[in-house]
Structure formats: structure tokens, C-alpha cells
């Protein structure tokens, strides 16, 4: 079980000669967090976006731009294009999102003709280190999939418990977060919560349990599940936060950065990782992310 960002850092320390393409890469905590991956070996980046604006940063950080690979682009549209574009090719091995939006980048990579999609479902994973909590929390999906049905959610489930299992996780335990813990007919999420908890067969091969409906309380306090008198396997305990939509997954996760929580992020179901985390977070969210692609790249899970 995993309980700092740092334990993730410190395993992508054994892993040399990631390549990995930034998109639009001409932001200064993308570089700041490039840098240090660099400097501990973990990457090799390629570098893609304005190409003065980035010379102009890594001169500013005290670099030598001639050491680095940088490849011009005219727009976020282009930096998206000619990233994917170098993990096609097989230049580089992981994706990373600089200072684009996350639908410019997903555009490039769900191309039809030119993209790196699979046949898998694509869908992002947050990972939090919180004061409030005693382990890492994976809270999906809040940047890809909008409004998931009940088969969608499951695959985004799968997708987290194949990420646990690759981090070394034996048992696991999810959680399908809603407004309450009564299921209601008016209320698709709790009908969802419950037909996911009820597929006992689909989650035994990722030793996961999964507990549902739950109020956010409930799947991490076990006071709060002895108080309201609800049982089962993993209460209070989850290691995955399986959000209803979107809105309500990026606005929990924002909340616990905007806590002071550490995070890192990762899209999976694609042909490499890629490191997807919020333009406005820090840099050592987008070297943690880094780091957790490049222990992840090193995996079975692609």
C-alpha cells in the first residue's frame, strides 16, 4: 500500500530512459518539473511548443537549451499533432500534457488515422496524498469521461484496478461515490453504485471489493459508516473514489488540491501513459506525474 507522492518518485528512480513528448511544453512549471525528472534520470523529454518561449525558460532555470530536443509548433493544435505524432513513431514512450487544454490533447490522440488509441476505453486517474487520510486515494475519472453509463464506469473502474495492481496493490478497495447511500429510482448514480457493487464476479480477478452507493464521508470515515449503520467490505477504507460524472470528480478533486493535498495524474487505455494534470497545478504535481508514468510504463498494462 502506497501512502506519499515521494514512494512514487522514489520508484521512478529505477526506471532510465523514459522518452517522453510534452506538448505544448512552453510553461514553466512543465519545464521546472522536466528538468527535475531529467536530473533524476527518470526522463529524457522532448520537447514541443514555442520554441523561443521554451529556450527562453530553460535559459531562466539556468539550462543549456542546445541540450535538449525541441520541436517548434505553431499552435496547442500542432503541439498536440507533432507530440502524438513522436509516440507513434515510437520516439518516445509517454505523453505528456504542458500548457494546452485537456480536449486539444485528446483530439490528437483520439484521431482515427493519426492517434494512439486502443481498443480499450480511455480514462483518467487522479491520485491524492491528503493530511486528512493515512494512504493514497485514486479518484476517476474527472478529465476524461463526461457521463459515464454503467458499463463505461466499470471499465473506468477496471482501468483504476489495473493501475493499483501494477503498484504493487494485493487488495483493493473502491468506493462509488454519490449524494447519499440510498438507492433511489430517480437518481441514475445510485442505481449505477448498486449494480457495480453487485458485480462480485467482474472484480474478483483485481482483488477488489466494491462498496456502493456511498456518500463521500462514508467511503473514507468507518465512524461515519458505523454511525449510519452501513456494512461491508472496505467501509471507510477506499482506496478508489469512483466519481458519478465528470463535474462532480473534477470539482472533489480541485477541492482536495486547493486543501493542499499532492496530486498526480494519469490517462490509461490508450498505446503509453499520459501524464494529464490541471494547467494550474505545481511542479512537483507534474513531476509526480512523471514519475507515475514512468514506473507505469515499465508495466503489463499496455
Not at 4 to 30: L, Y
Not at 186 to 196: E, F, G, N, R
Request: hydrophobic share 45%; aromatic share 6%; charged share 20%.
Amino acid at each position: 500500500m502506497l501512502t506519499t507522492i515521494a514512494q512514487i518518485i522514489e520508484m521512478a528512480s529505477d526506471h532510465q530512459g523514459n522518452r517522453i513528448a510534452v506538448a505544448a511544453a512552453h510553461d514553466e512549471d512543465v519545464i521546472k518539473a522536466i528538468i527535475s525528472g531529467r536530473n533524476m534520470n527518470i526522463v529524457e523529454p522532448l520537447l514541443i511548443g514555442d520554441e523561443v518561449k521554451i529556450r527562453y525558460i530553460l535559459k531562466f532555470l539556468g539550462e543549456t537549451p542546445e541540450s535538449y530536443q525541441i520541436f517548434p509548433a505553431e499552435n496547442d493544435a500542432d503541439s498536440a499533432a507533432k507530440a502524438v505524432a513522436l509516440v507513434r513513431e515510437g520516439r518516445a514512450g509517454i505523453l505528456m500534457k504542458g500548457i494546452l487544454s485537456t480536449d486539444a490533447l485528446m483530439r490528437s490522440v483520439l484521431n482515427s488515422e493519426t492517434g494512439i488509441r486502443t481498443g480499450d476505453l480511455i480514462s483518467h486517474i487522479m491520485m491524492y496524498e491528503t493530511e486528512f487520510y493515512s494512504k493514497l486515494l485514486f479518484l476517476t475519472d474527472g478529465g476524461v469521461n463526461t457521463y459515464p453509463d454503467l458499463e463505461g464506469k466499470a471499465h473506468i473502474l477496471e482501468n483504476a484496478a489495473r493501475v493499483l495492481r501494477a503498484l504493487g496493490y494485493d487488495r483493493i478497495h473502491a468506493s462509488c461515490v454519490c449524494g447519499s447511500e440510498v438507492v433511489d429510482s430517480k437518481i441514475k448514480s445510485t442505481l449505477d453504485a448498486y449494480d457495480l457493487s453487485r458485480m462480485k464476479n467482474r472484480w474478483e480477478p483485481y482483488g477488489m471489493s466494491v462498496l456502493g452507493p456511498v456518500g463521500l464521508d462514508m467511503a473514507l470515515s468507518i465512524e461515519a459508516c458505523l454511525h449510519k449503520n452501513y456494512k461491508g467490505e472496505g467501509i471507510g477504507d477506499a482506496d478508489i473514489l469512483l466519481m458519478p460524472n465528470y463535474e462532480m470528480g473534477n470539482g472533489i478533486g480541485k477541492a482536495f488540491t486547493l486543501c493542499g493535498a499532492k496530486n498526480a495524474g494519469i490517462v490509461i487505455g490508450a498505446g503509453v501513459p499520459i501524464i494529464l494534470v490541471s494547467r494550474s497545478d505545481s511542479a512537483l504535481s507534474k513531476l509526480a506525474s512523471i514519475a507515475l508514468g514512468c514506473v507505469l510504463s515499465k508495466t503489463n498494462i499496455w
